[in-house]
Every structure is written in C-alpha cells, then in structure tokens.
T-cell receptor, first 109, second 113 residues
Framework: GQNIDQPTEMTATEGAIVQINCTYQTSGFNGLFWYQQHAGEAPTFLSY??LDGLEEKGRFSSFLSRSKGYSYLLLKELQMKDSASYLCAVMDSNYQLIWGAGTKLIIKP | GAVVSQHPSWVICKSGTSVKIECRSLDFQATTMFWYRQFPKQSLMLMAT?????????EQGVEKDKFLINHASLTLSTLTVTSAHPEDSSFYIC?????????FGPGTRLTVL
C-alpha cells in the first residue's frame, strides 16, 4: 500500500531550528509537497521537490532523497507564528496526492 | 486514520460538458467537507465549505452556479463543474473533518479540452 509517515507532534523553541521528517512509500513519484496549515485555515503551499537535493526559500528549506523515500522540511529562526501543522504530500504515478497525517509544531518562547 | 476518497481520479472532457466529482469519507461521518482547487505549485485555494443537508458556503470569487456542490449524506459530497472550459482544468481536492482534524482526499485531475 501507499504510505506517508511524519511525526505527529514536535516542540521547538523560538529562534531555534527544527527539522520535520517525512518518509514515503508510493506507487511511483511525481513530486513531494510541503504545506503549512494554521488551525481553521486552508493549507498554504511551502515547497515542491521533484529532484533530489535541497531547495531553500528564506527561512524554510526542503530536502528530498528519492532513493530513500525521504524528505524533510527545515525551519530556521523559528517564530511563534510558525506554530502550525505541516503536511507532507506525495504525488504518485497517477498524479494522485497521498497525504501524510501532518506534524503539529508547537513553538515555545 | 480516517480515509477520504475521490472519484474519478482523472477525467478528460470536452469544453461545454459537465463533470461530477465525488468525495467520500470511507470510515467516518463528516458533517463538513471542503472543496479546494490547486494550480501548479500554488496553495490549495478553498472554493467552498459543504455542510450536510444545507447549502454550501462559497468563497469570494467562486461561481456557485458553475461549481455545484451537493452534500447529500454524512459520507458524500459532490462537486459538479458545469459547462467546463479549458480554464477550469485543475486539480480538485476535497477534505473532510472528523473530531477537529482535517483529512484530505487524493484529488481529481480535470483536463478540459
């Protein structure tokens, strides 16, 4: 079956760095997405990786290793507003999105 | 965990035809379902909130007469794209809430020729 795994919850301190991991097993691969979702709001697109390597966008970076079925989202200089759920989703060979359950990130002062 | 399915997963249609997309919560009852649209590498755009037994609430800029939503039961919501045009080609994703959590469907890729 198809599966996306990410931690349920993580806690980090304001100003620090946190890495949210995502591992996947899917039927084919057409890219991996990271979304941020604040409670009660629609998910916001953060990144899309289809090739191996690191993509950096300001305080957020996303890494992909297709051979390992692994990605991570790196958040630097954490701010209180970064408290949210972070969703990992993989598009399979049929262009279907397989969603992770999301990681709830709690930022403490 | 809770599972949300969509059908069809992929549809190609001619301009002017209507397309119905189903969203089902397979192992739970969902009083509220959401319909999103996603353009390449962009955020999910919320189109409407669908409540069982009542009319859907549409976001600003979404034509309710073009995107018909029906939430006939606690496990099924449908989105019908009426008189589809090429600019309606997109990825449509639904989600359902249960116990305060949101679960997403796999999406439906619509291509209008």
């Amino acid at each position: 079956g198809q599966n996306i795994d990410q931690p349920t919850e993580m806690t980090a301190t304001e100003g620090a760095i946190v890495q949210i991991n995502c591992t996947y097993q899917t039927s084919g691969f057409n890219g991996l997405f990271w979304y941020q979702q604040h409670a009660g709001e629609a998910p916001t697109f953060l990144s899309y990786n289809v090739l191996d390597g690191l993509e950096e966008k300001g305080r957020f970076s996303s890494f992909l290793s297709r051979s390992k079925g692994y990605s991570y989202l790196l958040l630097k200089e954490l701010q209180m507003k970064d408290s949210a759920s972070y969703l990992c989703a993989v598009m399979d060979s049929n262009y279907q999105l397989i969603w992770g359950a999301g990681t709830k990130l709690i930022i403490k002062p | 965990g809770a599972v949300v399915s969509q059908h069809p997963s992929w549809v190609i249609c001619k301009s002017g035809t209507s397309v119905k997309i189903e969203c089902r919560s397979l192992d739970f009852q969902a009083t509220t379902m959401f319909w999103y649209r996603q353009f390449p590498k962009q955020s999910l755009m919320l189109m409407a909130t669908s409540n069982e037994g009542s009319k859907a609430t549409y976001e600003q800029g979404v034509e309710k007469d073009k995107f018909l939503i029906n939430h006939a039961s606690l496990t099924l919501s449908t989105l019908t794209v009426t008189s589809a045009h090429p600019e309606d080609s997109s990825f449509y994703i639904c989600s359902a809430t249960a116990a305060g959590e949101q679960f997403f469907g796999p999406g439906t890729r619509l291509t209008v020729l």
